[in-house]
């Protein structure tokens, strides 16, 4: 089994920064897709980033609300940790978000609330 665990969500004024922190353990040897995903109230989970191992590296994408502003990245020493630092933070940034990894198949964490608001 394997889990995902999340942390670092919390109420911030808009124009504020954030950052979240995602670890997977459990029986996982590697895997090809892992980053963030993101739900508001009433809406479709959406891509925030993701990272996507493949034959040329690592590469990563971004969801088109956040790019400029959010930077995904991974922990040097631990493959299985990565983290998504948010910056100029607004107020349709709220949500709840959800760690996700896939190797085969597709694992979620239980989901970090962020709320961007005065």
């Known amino acids: 089994q394997v889990q995902l665990v999340e942390s670092g969500g919390a109420l911030v004024q808009p124009g504020g920064s954030l950052r979240l922190s995602c670890e997977a353990s459990?029986?996982?040897?590697?895997?090809?897709?892992m980053g963030w995903y993101r739900q508001a109230p009433g809406k479709q989970r959406e891509l925030v980033a993701t990272?996507?191992?493949?034959?040329?590296?690592?590469?990563?994408?971004y969801g088109d609300s956040v790019k400029g502003r959010f930077t995904l990245s991974r922990d040097s020493a631990n493959k299985f940790a990565v983290y998504l630092q948010m910056n100029n933070l607004k107020s349709e940034d709220t949500g709840v978000y959800y760690c996700?990894?896939?190797?085969?198949?597709?694992?979620w964490g239980q989901g970090t609330q962020v709320t961007v608001s005065s």
């Open positions: 996700y990894l896939r190797r085969g198949m597709a694992y």
């Open positions: 990272f996507t191992s493949g034959a040329s590296g690592i590469s990563t994408t």
């Open positions: 459990g029986k996982i040897l590697g895997w090809n897709v």
